[in-house]
Protein backbone atom coordinates (compact mmCIF):
# COMPACT_ATOMS: atom_id res chain seq x y z
CA UNK A 1 0.00 0.00 0.00
CA UNK A 2 3.41 2.50 0.51
CA UNK A 3 2.74 2.75 -3.49
CA UNK A 4 -0.17 4.81 -3.18
CA UNK A 5 1.36 7.40 -1.70
CA UNK A 6 3.60 8.20 -4.67
CA UNK A 7 0.85 8.49 -6.98
CA UNK A 8 -1.95 10.16 -5.36
CA UNK A 9 0.40 12.99 -4.96
CA UNK A 10 0.92 13.10 -8.61
CA UNK A 11 -2.66 13.05 -9.67
CA UNK A 12 -3.74 15.79 -7.71
CA UNK A 13 -0.89 18.12 -8.68
CA UNK A 14 -2.20 16.92 -12.18
CA UNK A 15 -5.60 17.49 -11.85
CA UNK A 16 -5.66 20.68 -9.53
CA UNK A 17 -2.67 22.92 -11.99
CA UNK A 18 -5.95 23.44 -14.10
CA UNK A 19 -8.96 25.52 -13.94
CA UNK A 20 -12.29 23.67 -12.94
CA UNK A 21 -14.28 24.07 -16.14
CA UNK A 22 -11.24 22.43 -18.40
CA UNK A 23 -12.68 18.90 -16.77
CA UNK A 24 -15.09 19.23 -19.62
CA UNK A 25 -12.06 18.33 -21.81
CA UNK A 26 -11.06 15.08 -19.05
CA UNK A 27 -12.17 11.45 -20.16
CA UNK A 28 -11.93 8.96 -17.58
CA UNK A 29 -11.76 5.38 -18.71
CA UNK A 30 -10.88 1.88 -17.44
CA UNK A 31 -11.62 -1.71 -16.73
CA UNK A 32 -12.78 -3.84 -14.05
CA UNK A 33 -11.50 -7.75 -14.62
CA UNK A 34 -11.12 -10.86 -12.45
CA UNK A 35 -8.80 -13.55 -12.93
CA UNK A 36 -8.46 -17.03 -11.70
CA UNK A 37 -6.09 -20.06 -12.94
CA UNK A 38 -6.09 -23.12 -11.43
CA UNK A 39 -3.32 -25.83 -11.95
CA UNK A 40 -4.27 -28.73 -14.82
CA UNK A 41 -1.85 -31.29 -12.34
CA UNK A 42 -1.72 -32.21 -8.82
CA UNK A 43 -2.89 -30.86 -6.26
CA UNK A 44 -4.60 -28.97 -8.50
CA UNK A 45 -3.85 -25.37 -6.72
CA UNK A 46 -4.86 -21.56 -7.34
CA UNK A 47 -2.12 -19.85 -8.91
CA UNK A 48 -3.74 -17.25 -9.53
CA UNK A 49 -6.33 -15.34 -8.66
CA UNK A 50 -6.61 -11.25 -8.41
CA UNK A 51 -9.13 -8.20 -9.38
CA UNK A 52 -7.60 -5.15 -11.10
CA UNK A 53 -8.89 -1.87 -11.23
CA UNK A 54 -7.15 -0.14 -14.44
CA UNK A 55 -8.11 3.94 -14.45
CA UNK A 56 -7.36 5.92 -17.42
CA UNK A 57 -7.07 9.50 -17.45
CA UNK A 58 -7.05 11.48 -20.70
CA UNK A 59 -6.96 15.24 -21.28
CA UNK A 60 -6.78 17.55 -23.54
CA UNK A 61 -4.19 20.27 -23.10
CA UNK A 62 -3.60 23.68 -25.14
CA UNK A 63 -0.18 22.35 -26.53
CA UNK A 64 -1.23 18.91 -26.66
CA UNK A 65 -2.49 16.00 -24.20
CA UNK A 66 -2.17 14.19 -20.62
CA UNK A 67 -2.63 10.71 -20.17
CA UNK A 68 -2.52 8.72 -17.25
CA UNK A 69 -2.91 5.08 -16.46
CA UNK A 70 -2.83 3.40 -13.24
CA UNK A 71 -3.46 -0.16 -12.38
CA UNK A 72 -4.58 -1.01 -8.36
CA UNK A 73 -4.16 -5.19 -8.06
CA UNK A 74 -5.38 -7.18 -5.47
CA UNK A 75 -4.19 -10.94 -5.74
CA UNK A 76 -6.55 -12.29 -3.22
CA UNK A 77 -5.04 -15.79 -3.06
CA UNK A 78 -2.37 -14.84 -0.97
CA UNK A 79 -2.98 -11.35 0.97
CA UNK A 80 -5.86 -8.78 0.88
CA UNK A 81 -2.81 -5.72 -0.24
CA UNK A 82 -3.55 -3.62 -3.00
CA UNK A 83 -0.59 -3.02 -4.94
CA UNK A 84 -0.85 0.30 -7.30
CA UNK A 85 1.14 -0.08 -10.27
CA UNK A 86 1.50 3.40 -12.15
CA UNK A 87 1.81 2.42 -15.83
CA UNK A 88 1.96 5.49 -17.78
CA UNK A 89 2.21 9.32 -17.24
CA UNK A 90 3.19 11.10 -20.10
CA UNK A 91 2.67 14.76 -21.99
CA UNK A 92 2.36 14.56 -25.98
CA UNK A 93 3.49 17.98 -27.31
CA UNK A 94 2.47 17.93 -30.93
CA UNK A 95 3.89 20.22 -33.89
CA UNK A 96 3.73 20.22 -37.47
CA UNK A 97 6.86 18.17 -37.68
CA UNK A 98 7.79 16.82 -34.25
CA UNK A 99 5.63 14.36 -31.78
CA UNK A 100 7.13 14.98 -28.30
CA UNK A 101 6.16 12.36 -25.42
CA UNK A 102 7.43 12.86 -22.22
CA UNK A 103 6.87 10.75 -19.30
CA UNK A 104 6.49 6.79 -18.63
CA UNK A 105 5.46 5.48 -21.67
CA UNK A 106 5.22 2.30 -23.79
CA UNK A 107 7.80 2.63 -27.16
CA UNK A 108 7.33 -0.95 -29.00
CA UNK A 109 9.24 -1.74 -31.82
CA UNK A 110 9.80 -4.67 -34.19
CA UNK A 111 7.90 -7.12 -36.19
CA UNK A 112 7.65 -10.35 -34.07
CA UNK A 113 4.38 -11.90 -32.92
CA UNK A 114 5.61 -14.28 -30.25
CA UNK A 115 9.14 -12.58 -29.33
CA UNK A 116 10.84 -10.11 -28.02
CA UNK A 117 14.12 -9.16 -30.96
CA UNK A 118 13.68 -5.20 -31.09
CA UNK A 119 10.61 -4.63 -28.65
CA UNK A 120 13.48 -4.23 -25.96
CA UNK A 121 12.73 -0.67 -24.43
CA UNK A 122 9.84 -1.33 -22.49
CA UNK A 123 10.20 -3.38 -19.58
CA UNK A 124 7.58 -5.94 -18.64
CA UNK A 125 6.03 -7.42 -15.16
CA UNK A 126 7.26 -11.32 -15.55
CA UNK A 127 6.17 -12.16 -12.03
CA UNK A 128 3.31 -13.80 -12.42
CA UNK A 129 4.52 -15.11 -16.38
CA UNK A 130 1.69 -16.31 -18.69
CA UNK A 131 -1.08 -15.62 -16.01
CA UNK A 132 -0.77 -12.18 -17.52
CA UNK A 133 -2.57 -11.28 -20.72
CA UNK A 134 0.36 -9.46 -23.08
CA UNK A 135 -1.54 -6.45 -22.57
CA UNK A 136 -0.95 -6.45 -19.12
CA UNK A 137 2.91 -6.96 -19.21
CA UNK A 138 4.04 -4.05 -19.88
CA UNK A 139 5.05 -1.82 -17.12
CA UNK A 140 6.25 1.85 -19.42
CA UNK A 141 9.68 2.93 -19.69
CA UNK A 142 10.71 6.60 -18.13
CA UNK A 143 11.66 8.35 -20.88
CA UNK A 144 11.96 11.54 -24.09
CA UNK A 145 10.53 10.28 -26.98
CA UNK A 146 10.71 12.20 -30.53
CA UNK A 147 9.46 11.77 -33.51
CA UNK A 148 10.33 13.96 -36.80
CA UNK A 149 8.21 13.15 -39.93
CA UNK A 150 9.56 13.42 -43.26
CA UNK A 151 6.55 12.96 -45.02
CA UNK A 152 6.01 9.19 -45.07
CA UNK A 153 9.06 9.06 -43.07
CA UNK A 154 10.41 9.48 -39.71
CA UNK A 155 13.08 9.54 -37.40
CA UNK A 156 12.49 8.52 -33.78
CA UNK A 157 14.93 9.77 -30.72
CA UNK A 158 14.11 7.82 -27.53
CA UNK A 159 16.78 8.74 -23.79
CA UNK A 160 16.19 7.15 -20.68
CA UNK A 161 17.92 8.50 -17.64
CA UNK A 162 18.44 5.08 -16.18
CA UNK A 163 18.20 1.38 -16.67
CA UNK A 164 14.48 0.02 -16.14
CA UNK A 165 15.68 -3.67 -15.97
CA UNK A 166 11.52 -5.90 -16.09
CA UNK A 167 10.23 -7.46 -13.01
CA UNK A 168 11.29 -11.05 -12.51
CA UNK A 169 9.58 -14.05 -10.06
CA UNK A 170 10.95 -13.87 -6.51
CA UNK A 171 13.19 -16.76 -6.19
CA UNK A 172 10.58 -18.72 -4.22
CA UNK A 173 8.12 -18.03 -6.85
CA UNK A 174 6.96 -20.89 -8.77
CA UNK A 175 7.74 -18.66 -11.78
CA UNK A 176 10.99 -18.51 -10.86
CA UNK A 177 13.56 -19.55 -13.77
CA UNK A 178 15.82 -21.19 -11.48
CA UNK A 179 14.03 -22.73 -9.22
CA UNK A 180 14.93 -26.20 -10.73
CA UNK A 181 18.28 -26.51 -9.52
CA UNK A 182 18.08 -28.38 -5.94
CA UNK A 183 20.65 -26.94 -3.98
CA UNK A 184 23.62 -28.60 -1.64
CA UNK A 185 24.17 -25.54 0.16
CA UNK A 186 22.89 -22.10 0.49
CA UNK A 187 21.58 -19.86 -3.09
CA UNK A 188 21.44 -15.99 -2.89
CA UNK A 189 19.67 -13.97 -5.09
CA UNK A 190 20.52 -10.23 -5.25
CA UNK A 191 18.72 -7.79 -7.16
CA UNK A 192 20.94 -5.28 -9.21
CA UNK A 193 22.30 -2.09 -7.92
CA UNK A 194 19.60 0.35 -8.73
CA UNK A 195 21.94 3.80 -7.64
CA UNK A 196 21.74 5.59 -11.52
CA UNK A 197 24.81 6.68 -12.67
CA UNK A 198 25.53 8.81 -16.13
CA UNK A 199 26.63 5.51 -17.45
CA UNK A 200 23.38 4.27 -16.69
CA UNK A 201 21.81 6.65 -19.17
CA UNK A 202 20.61 5.02 -22.49
CA UNK A 203 19.91 5.92 -26.06
CA UNK A 204 17.75 4.98 -29.22
CA UNK A 205 16.85 5.94 -32.82
CA UNK A 206 14.87 4.46 -35.28
CA UNK A 207 14.47 5.39 -38.74
CA UNK A 208 11.03 4.47 -40.80
CA UNK A 209 11.95 3.98 -44.22
CA UNK A 210 8.04 3.80 -46.24
CA UNK A 211 9.86 2.36 -49.46
CA UNK A 212 6.34 1.88 -50.86
CA UNK A 213 3.16 0.74 -50.22
CA UNK A 214 4.15 -2.42 -49.82
CA UNK A 215 7.65 -2.85 -48.24
CA UNK A 216 8.40 -0.77 -45.07
CA UNK A 217 11.63 -0.87 -43.14
CA UNK A 218 12.63 0.03 -39.95
CA UNK A 219 16.43 0.55 -39.00
CA UNK A 220 17.63 1.22 -35.73
CA UNK A 221 20.82 1.64 -33.56
CA UNK A 222 21.16 1.76 -29.24
CA UNK A 223 23.01 2.58 -26.55
CA UNK A 224 20.62 0.42 -24.09
CA UNK A 225 20.75 -2.88 -21.45
CA UNK A 226 19.50 -6.05 -22.90
CA UNK A 227 16.75 -6.93 -20.94
CA UNK A 228 17.68 -10.67 -20.10
CA UNK A 229 20.35 -10.64 -17.16
CA UNK A 230 22.95 -12.67 -16.31
CA UNK A 231 24.04 -13.84 -13.31
CA UNK A 232 27.06 -12.80 -11.06
CA UNK A 233 28.73 -15.74 -8.88
CA UNK A 234 30.25 -14.69 -5.66
CA UNK A 235 30.98 -17.97 -3.34
CA UNK A 236 32.37 -16.13 -0.18
CA UNK A 237 33.80 -19.28 0.56
CA UNK A 238 36.93 -17.78 2.68
CA UNK A 239 36.62 -16.55 6.00
CA UNK A 240 38.82 -13.70 7.82
CA UNK A 241 41.89 -16.19 8.54
CA UNK A 242 41.71 -17.47 4.86
CA UNK A 243 40.50 -21.09 5.80
CA UNK A 244 37.40 -22.58 3.83
CA UNK A 245 34.11 -22.27 5.90
CA UNK A 246 32.12 -24.82 7.08
CA UNK A 247 28.85 -23.87 5.63
CA UNK A 248 29.22 -22.36 2.12
CA UNK A 249 26.85 -20.30 -0.23
CA UNK A 250 26.87 -18.78 -3.33
CA UNK A 251 25.60 -15.66 -4.22
CA UNK A 252 24.10 -14.76 -7.67
CA UNK A 253 23.13 -11.12 -8.65
CA UNK A 254 20.98 -10.18 -11.30
CA UNK A 255 23.19 -8.17 -14.29
CA UNK A 256 22.65 -5.94 -16.84
CA UNK A 257 25.14 -3.66 -19.29
CA UNK A 258 24.42 -1.07 -21.40
CA UNK A 259 25.88 -1.79 -24.98
CA UNK A 260 25.86 -0.54 -28.86
CA UNK A 261 23.08 -2.25 -30.62
CA UNK A 262 22.14 -2.20 -33.91
CA UNK A 263 19.27 -3.87 -35.50
CA UNK A 264 16.29 -3.88 -38.00
CA UNK A 265 12.58 -4.59 -38.49
CA UNK A 266 10.59 -5.14 -42.41
CA UNK A 267 7.54 -5.95 -43.44
CA UNK A 268 6.70 -7.13 -47.11
CA UNK A 269 3.16 -7.11 -48.40
CA UNK A 270 3.42 -9.88 -50.97
CA UNK A 271 0.00 -10.48 -51.76
CA UNK A 272 -3.61 -9.35 -50.56
CA UNK A 273 -2.95 -12.43 -48.11
CA UNK A 274 0.65 -13.12 -47.61
CA UNK A 275 2.73 -11.16 -45.47
CA UNK A 276 6.24 -11.70 -44.43
CA UNK A 277 8.31 -9.98 -41.49
CA UNK A 278 12.01 -10.30 -40.40
CA UNK A 279 13.17 -8.02 -37.93
CA UNK A 280 17.19 -8.93 -36.33
CA UNK A 281 19.57 -7.27 -33.20
CA UNK A 282 23.15 -7.32 -32.68
CA UNK A 283 24.06 -6.67 -28.80
CA UNK A 284 28.02 -5.74 -29.29
CA UNK A 285 28.70 -6.44 -25.24
CA UNK A 286 26.07 -9.02 -23.85
CA UNK A 287 27.02 -10.27 -20.58
CA UNK A 288 26.84 -14.29 -20.39
CA UNK A 289 28.20 -16.20 -17.17
CA UNK A 290 30.94 -18.85 -17.74
CA UNK A 291 31.97 -21.62 -15.11
CA UNK A 292 35.28 -22.70 -14.01
CA UNK A 293 34.17 -26.66 -13.87
CA UNK A 294 32.08 -28.84 -16.56
CA UNK A 295 28.41 -29.05 -16.20
CA UNK A 296 28.99 -32.73 -15.70
CA UNK A 297 30.75 -32.26 -12.62
CA UNK A 298 27.90 -29.45 -11.49
CA UNK A 299 25.56 -32.31 -12.05
CA UNK A 300 27.37 -34.85 -10.15
CA UNK A 301 27.49 -32.47 -7.49
CA UNK A 302 23.74 -32.24 -7.20
CA UNK A 303 22.84 -34.56 -4.82
CA UNK A 304 26.37 -34.56 -3.20
CA UNK A 305 27.05 -32.27 -0.59
CA UNK A 306 30.86 -32.91 -0.08
CA UNK A 307 31.81 -33.61 -3.74
CA UNK A 308 29.94 -29.81 -4.11
CA UNK A 309 32.31 -28.67 -1.26
CA UNK A 310 35.07 -29.76 -2.97
CA UNK A 311 33.96 -27.87 -6.40
CA UNK A 312 33.52 -24.82 -4.64
CA UNK A 313 36.77 -24.46 -3.62
CA UNK A 314 37.56 -24.07 -7.98
CA UNK A 315 35.52 -20.72 -7.39
CA UNK A 316 37.58 -17.76 -6.58
CA UNK A 317 36.59 -14.54 -5.39
CA UNK A 318 37.00 -12.39 -9.11
CA UNK A 319 36.04 -8.92 -9.37
CA UNK A 320 34.10 -10.00 -13.01
CA UNK A 321 31.54 -11.94 -11.25
CA UNK A 322 32.23 -15.25 -13.65
CA UNK A 323 30.84 -12.54 -15.90
CA UNK A 324 32.21 -12.65 -19.84
CA UNK A 325 30.78 -9.84 -22.49
CA UNK A 326 30.91 -11.25 -26.14
CA UNK A 327 28.55 -10.24 -29.11
CA UNK A 328 25.45 -11.33 -29.62
CA UNK A 329 23.44 -12.01 -32.48
CA UNK A 330 19.16 -12.58 -33.13
CA UNK A 331 17.20 -12.84 -36.38
CA UNK A 332 13.43 -13.78 -36.67
CA UNK A 333 11.83 -14.91 -40.26
CA UNK A 334 8.24 -15.03 -40.56
CA UNK A 335 4.96 -15.03 -42.11
CA UNK A 336 1.48 -14.21 -42.03
CA UNK A 337 -2.00 -15.21 -44.06
CA UNK A 338 -5.42 -15.84 -43.92
CA UNK A 339 -6.82 -19.74 -44.04
CA UNK A 340 -10.41 -20.52 -43.67
CA UNK A 341 -10.96 -16.85 -42.12
CA UNK A 342 -8.58 -17.64 -39.84
CA UNK A 343 -5.39 -15.36 -39.39
CA UNK A 344 -2.23 -17.62 -38.94
CA UNK A 345 1.10 -16.75 -38.24
CA UNK A 346 4.50 -18.57 -38.16
CA UNK A 347 7.94 -17.19 -37.08
CA UNK A 348 11.39 -19.01 -36.76
CA UNK A 349 13.94 -16.97 -34.29
CA UNK A 350 17.96 -18.02 -34.05
CA UNK A 351 20.00 -16.65 -31.28
CA UNK A 352 24.01 -17.32 -31.65
CA UNK A 353 26.69 -16.03 -29.31
CA UNK A 354 29.53 -15.12 -31.18
CA UNK A 355 33.49 -15.73 -30.46
CA UNK A 356 31.67 -17.96 -28.58
CA UNK A 357 34.03 -20.00 -25.56
CA UNK A 358 33.07 -23.61 -24.01
CA UNK A 359 32.88 -22.17 -20.52
CA UNK A 360 30.19 -19.83 -21.28
CA UNK A 361 26.98 -21.42 -19.67
CA UNK A 362 24.46 -20.55 -22.61
CA UNK A 363 24.76 -22.98 -25.88
CA UNK A 364 26.16 -20.93 -28.86
CA UNK A 365 22.78 -21.74 -31.17
CA UNK A 366 19.34 -21.42 -29.66
CA UNK A 367 16.56 -21.89 -32.54
CA UNK A 368 12.93 -21.59 -31.30
CA UNK A 369 9.84 -21.10 -33.23
CA UNK A 370 6.32 -19.52 -32.68
CA UNK A 371 2.74 -19.97 -34.16
CA UNK A 372 -0.75 -18.40 -33.74
CA UNK A 373 -3.56 -18.74 -35.37
CA UNK A 374 -6.61 -16.21 -34.77
CA UNK A 375 -10.61 -16.36 -35.70
CA UNK A 376 -13.75 -14.59 -35.23
CA UNK A 377 -17.54 -15.66 -35.40
CA UNK A 378 -21.10 -15.00 -34.29
CA UNK A 379 -20.70 -11.49 -35.76
CA UNK A 380 -17.23 -10.69 -34.58
CA UNK A 381 -18.88 -10.99 -30.70
CA UNK A 382 -17.07 -14.79 -30.43
CA UNK A 383 -13.02 -14.78 -30.91
CA UNK A 384 -10.58 -17.59 -30.61
CA UNK A 385 -6.82 -17.59 -30.45
CA UNK A 386 -4.38 -20.50 -30.51
CA UNK A 387 -0.56 -19.68 -30.08
CA UNK A 388 2.59 -21.22 -29.03
CA UNK A 389 6.29 -21.55 -28.89
CA UNK A 390 8.67 -24.92 -29.15
CA UNK A 391 12.38 -25.03 -28.20
CA UNK A 392 14.07 -27.22 -30.85
CA UNK A 393 17.25 -28.14 -28.49
CA UNK A 394 15.43 -28.30 -25.96
CA UNK A 395 12.03 -30.39 -26.89
CA UNK A 396 9.79 -28.20 -24.54
CA UNK A 397 7.37 -26.03 -25.87
CA UNK A 398 3.99 -23.74 -24.44
CA UNK A 399 0.58 -23.90 -25.82
CA UNK A 400 -2.02 -21.66 -25.47
CA UNK A 401 -5.56 -22.04 -26.07
CA UNK A 402 -8.07 -19.12 -25.27
CA UNK A 403 -11.75 -18.27 -26.40
CA UNK A 404 -13.01 -14.35 -25.46
CA UNK A 405 -16.69 -13.37 -26.09
CA UNK A 406 -17.81 -10.16 -25.66
CA UNK A 407 -21.15 -10.83 -23.80
CA UNK A 408 -22.66 -6.94 -24.48
CA UNK A 409 -20.98 -4.03 -25.09
CA UNK A 410 -18.66 -3.28 -22.16
CA UNK A 411 -18.83 -6.89 -20.76
CA UNK A 412 -16.33 -9.41 -22.03
CA UNK A 413 -15.91 -13.58 -19.91
CA UNK A 414 -12.74 -15.48 -21.47
CA UNK A 415 -11.38 -18.85 -20.62
CA UNK A 416 -8.56 -21.08 -21.69
CA UNK A 417 -5.65 -22.55 -20.85
CA UNK A 418 -1.40 -22.48 -20.63
CA UNK A 419 -0.17 -25.67 -21.33
CA UNK A 420 3.92 -26.42 -20.74
CA UNK A 421 5.65 -30.01 -21.31
CA UNK A 422 9.54 -30.96 -22.80
CA UNK A 423 11.80 -33.28 -21.65
CA UNK A 424 13.31 -32.47 -18.63
CA UNK A 425 16.76 -30.79 -18.36
CA UNK A 426 20.09 -30.39 -16.39
CA UNK A 427 19.45 -27.75 -13.26
CA UNK A 428 22.45 -26.28 -14.82
CA UNK A 429 20.91 -25.74 -18.59
CA UNK A 430 21.54 -22.38 -19.69
CA UNK A 431 18.91 -21.41 -21.88
CA UNK A 432 14.67 -20.41 -21.05
CA UNK A 433 13.05 -23.68 -20.86
CA UNK A 434 9.17 -24.30 -20.80
CA UNK A 435 9.82 -27.78 -19.20
CA UNK A 436 10.73 -26.93 -15.85
CA UNK A 437 7.31 -25.27 -15.88
CA UNK A 438 5.18 -28.94 -16.37
CA UNK A 439 3.74 -28.87 -13.34
CA UNK A 440 2.41 -25.04 -13.79
CA UNK A 441 0.11 -26.00 -16.58
CA UNK A 442 -3.51 -24.23 -15.77
CA UNK A 443 -6.70 -23.63 -16.80
CA UNK A 444 -7.92 -19.74 -16.57
CA UNK A 445 -10.97 -18.10 -16.32
CA UNK A 446 -11.37 -14.07 -17.13
CA UNK A 447 -14.16 -11.29 -16.63
CA UNK A 448 -13.66 -7.53 -17.46
CA UNK A 449 -15.93 -5.16 -17.64
CA UNK A 450 -15.35 -2.14 -19.81
CA UNK A 451 -16.37 1.71 -19.02
Known sequence: MKKIYR?????????ISYPTNSFAQTEFSGVLQNYNAIQTTPDYEL????????????????????HIESDFINRYSNSTDVEIQLKKAYFDWYTT?????????DIIWG??????????????????FLTQEPSDLRIGVTALNVQRYFGNNSLQFVAAPTIQNDLLPPPDSRWFAAQTIPPAFPINYTE????????????????????????????????WAHPMPAYGITVPNQDFNGLPLQQPSIDLTETYRTSPMAGYANSWQVSDTWIVKSEALFVYERLFTFLPVSISRLEEAVDNPLLAFQLLQEFDLRDDGYLLSKPWYQQMIGAQTDIYGATVSLQGYIEVILNYEERVLPQQIFPYATAFAQRTFLRERLQTIIGGRYNFFGDDFWTQIQGIYEVRDGLEVAFGTNLFAGDSSSPFYGHFTFSQYTDNSFLFGRISLYF
Open 97 to 105: NYDIRVGKQ
Open 47 to 66: IAARNRLRMNLDKNLSFGSL
Open 111 to 128: KSDGGFVNDILTPVDLRE
Open 192 to 223: PDRNPTVQDIQLAAKFTWDINSSIDLDLMVYY
Open 7 to 15: VLPLLFVIL
